[in-house]
Every structure is written in C-alpha cells, then in structure tokens.
C-alpha cells in the first residue's frame, strides 16, 4: 500500500512542482523569451540509459535549473526537487526526487516507499510527442535506487544531493539512471500536496 501512496506523491509532486515552475513563469536557460540566464550554482542533471539529462529550464522568480521546495503531508515535511530539460525548442523531460527534510546528511538512503522516498524520470515517448513515458524507484514497478543528502541549508535556501538506481514502469519498461546529482534552489511554497495524497 505504502509504495502505492508513493507512486501517487511522486505524480502529485509533477502536478505541484510544474503548476509553481509554470504558473510564474519560466524560460530555457539557453535563450527564452525572457533572457533569464541559469545560476551556474544551481544544477540538476544524470546519465538515462547512457544519454546525458541537464536540466536546462529556468524560472525567472526561482532561478534554477535546479528547484526545490519544501512541503508537508500527514505531518512528515519532504524536500521535492526537480529539474526539466528542454530539447530542440519543445522535447522535454523532467526528473524529481522526493524524502523526507530529516533525511542525514552524507548518508546513502534507499529510494523506498517504505521511508517515504522516491524519485521519478518522465519523457516525452517521441520528439515532439504529448505522450509521455514515466518510470520511477519503486519496487512495484521494478525501480530502485539510492541517493545522498550532501547539503540541506533552509537558511542559504539550498539543497544538493547525488542519486542513482533502476527505474521501472508499469509497462515493463526500465531505464537505468547514473551519475545523478542536484544542487537546487530552496524556494518558498504554501501548496502542499492534494489531500487525497496519504502515506
């Protein structure tokens, strides 16, 4: 049950991270129409089956490539970060990692819905198309993974970690995620996850 709920935080943390990233706006590090240019402090990026991921999406308001934001479910405060790559002007994919923000530092953790962790990879199925393929770590699906906290500031509002692991989907699909690291910004956020998300 417990990795079921996660598959549906991690769904939820697409709708609740892109609805912020989206509705203040946002722009392609390499020239979008508002000329927001990245921090080059500020990355989220993995190798997807041997094909190089960078996020590359800014947000004018949060910076970027790499966000993340801090949010609250049934008591427990998760760090949701995630990064977008945009291809030839349209072709987009994105990663997002969830866990807990008690999470120790320097420690490698499972990628678990048994302690509330998760990551998640979607991609467009073809150039251009509006289907997407999402694969993520949980066991259910065939996913797993592991991932360290090497940096969690809420006062310099900065987060940065490292992952890797198999992620599998509901079609039998996986791909295989290496080299996986983030440094995001931490920014403010009032919307928690829907209420039907429960651990």
Partial sequence: ????????LALASFSVLLGLFFLQGCSKSSGGGNN??????????ATIS????????????????????????????????????????NDSSIIVIVFPS????????????????GAAYSAEASPGSSTYNAY???????GSGTFTVTEFDQANK?????????????????????NGKFRCALVNSTTGFPPNVKF
């Fill in 1 to 8: 049950m417990k990795q079921y709920k996660l598959l549906r």
């Fill in 136 to 142: 993520g770590t949980n066991p259910a699906y065939g």
């Fill in 102 to 117: 008690t999470t120790p530092l320097n420690t490698p953790t499972n990628l678990s819905p048994g302690i509330n962790t």
């Fill in 50 to 89: 041997g094909k190089s991921f960078s996020a590359n999406f800014v947000s004018p308001t949060d910076g970027g490539p790499g966000i993340a934001s801090t949010t609250t479910s049934n008591g427990v405060t998760f760090v949701v970060g995630f990064g977008i790559q945009i291809l030839n002007g």
């Fill in 36 to 45: 927001t240019t990245p921090n080059t402090g500020y990355y989220f990026s």
């Fill in 158 to 178: 900065v987060v940065a970690g490292t992952f890797s692991g198999t992620f599998g989907s509901s079609s039998n699909t996986t791909v295989t995620v290496t």
